[in-house]
């Protein structure tokens, strides 16, 4: 018989070795060569490594296995059936990476936030031209002077700005340049880890060529931009008409951001979790039926989002200042004015900011029923907590637009609506990577229910 304190002291021990050895990535007493290893602890023994009380006598610890498993990676994890990790090199290289997409991913939906308040202080056209590398401010006073009198040759001086004094075109100048440095600072902060961890090993194959998409995409981005301001230093049509970027290049420099985000950030999800939280065969059915319903909603989100964009372009969002109906109607007389009819999708005023209140009501409208028809299916908590945090989102954004929008357009109230968009995108991102279908080992394993604590 074992006295309670030798009992409590080997306890604590072990708890302690299943602590060290699971930061270290190894197995507890397993021999070098993988072969041989053998179970040092007795399953009582076992469990109170992983809890911190008894477990009843005929219960399961599903929640902690199959934790581990949708969070990180043992020392066999890249054999398992059916599963292939995007990292090698164990649980702290697959850490490391993740910390480092996530990271990468947050500095992008920072430069799309630092976008939208470039555009909405009518900052973007204040530099008239770019280099690929970027150059130093105006570091002098004749320096400064040279930059506004190239600014005043542009159509947004004359037009817009005239009478401009040289301190309130310092600001609009700082905020173009601010915008144009910090996506290249991302770049280098991407490339530095990229090189150093395919230097280490860390990065397969599949990784590989997905993180260099992402970056020739990162790269395209500056020509993008460049592609979208020059739009804006081009005289206008008509005299009548303020200096704009086209709407079609800047919706196609805002979508391009937009997927580099969803890239780093799904990709981002898969290295640190590799299986989707799965504890039971019948809530990985309940999955399933939510992701029918989720891949298409998140279709629609992310066309609300373009359709944003064209949004932003016309400035659409300076016409119509009343919310449900635009103006004294519920549609507009002049919505299919323009020859040929597809242009108005795009280059109508009236068009385009109509088209943006349908998808965003059909958004709302779908969210809201993804969450109504999921309320009586059989899914993991996890699952369900991002439905519910999915529904607070698309109703919070669609309140920021209606506030924006009567608001007639003030800076902050844009900026947040702009990061609203991304951060529903990330909601809807979240979703469809927690139900999707999980590996044949993992499938194997799951017991029909979830057993009772």
């Known amino acids: ?162 009478g401009m004094k040289i301190e309130e075109f310092k600001f609009i100048y700082w905020m173009e340049y601010a915008h144009r440095m910090w996506g290249r600072a991302l770049g280098v902060m991407f490339a530095l880890p990229y090189s150093y961890f395919l230097h280490k090993g860390y990065i397969t194959l599949r990784l590989g060529l997905r993180l260099s998409a992402l970056f020739a995409l990162g790269a395209g981005q500056g020509l993008i931009g460049w592609w979208m301001v020059k739009s804006g230093l081009e005289e206008p049509p008509s005299e009548y008409s303020q200096p704009r970027v086209s709407p079609y290049r800047l919706a196609a420099h805002l979508t391009s951001a937009f997927a580099i985000y969803c890239g780093l950030f799904s990709t981002a999800l898969s290295v640190v979790m590799p299986e989707p939280p799965a504890e039971s065969l019948s809530w990985v059915r309940g999955a399933a039926k939510v992701k029918r319903l989720a891949l298409p909603i998140s279709l629609l989100v992310g066309l609300t989002a373009v359709s944003g964009a064209f949004v932003a372009g016309n400035d659409a969002g300076h016409a119509f200042n009343t919310f449900p109906k635009m103006g004294d109607t519920w549609i507009p007389e002049d919505i299919f004015e323009m020859k040929p009819l597809i242009r108005n999708f795009f280059e109508n005023t009236s068009t385009v900011q109509l088209n943006h209140r349908i998808l965003a009501t059909a958004s709302l409208i779908s969210v809201g029923a993804l969450w109504l028809s999921t309320r009586k299916l059989d899914i993991h908590p996890a699952v369900r907590s991002v439905i519910g945090g999915t529904v607070g989102m698309a109703a919070l954004q669609v309140t920021l637009g209606i506030s924006t929008l009567l608001s007639y357009v003030p800076v902050s109230l844009g900026t947040a609506h702009q990061a609203g968009a991304l951060t529903l995108l990330t909601f809807m991102l979240l979703l ?12 194997k394993s799951l017991p029909q229910v979830v057993k009772a604590n």
């Open 1 to 162: 018989m074992i006295g309670r304190g030798a009992l409590s002291s080997i306890l604590r021990r072990s708890k302690e070795a299943c602590l060290i050895h699971k930061l270290r990535g190894t197995r507890p007493f397993s021999h070098p060569s993988g072969e041989g290893s053998f179970k040092f602890f007795t399953p009582s023994i076992a469990n109170h490594c992983f809890r911190s009380h008894p477990i009843p006598k005929g219960h399961d610890v599903p929640y902690m296995r199959n934790f581990s498993r949708m969070v990180s990676t043992g020392a066999g994890a890249e054999h398992k059936e059916g599963l292939k990790l995007l990292v090698a090199g164990g649980a702290h290289a697959q850490k490391v990476v993740g910390i480092w997409l996530f990271g990468s991913a947050a500095w992008v939906f920072s430069m799309v936030v630092l976008g939208g308040l470039t555009r909405l202080t009518r900052s973007g056209l204040s530099m008239t031209d770019w280099k690929f590398t970027g150059t130093l401010p105006p570091l002098s006073d004749e320096e400064w002077l040279q930059e506004f009198e190239k600014y005043k040759q542009s159509p947004e001086y004359q037009r817009v700005n005239r």
């Open 432 to 443: 469809n990577h927690t139900v999707r279908r999980p590996s044949l080992s993992l499938l």
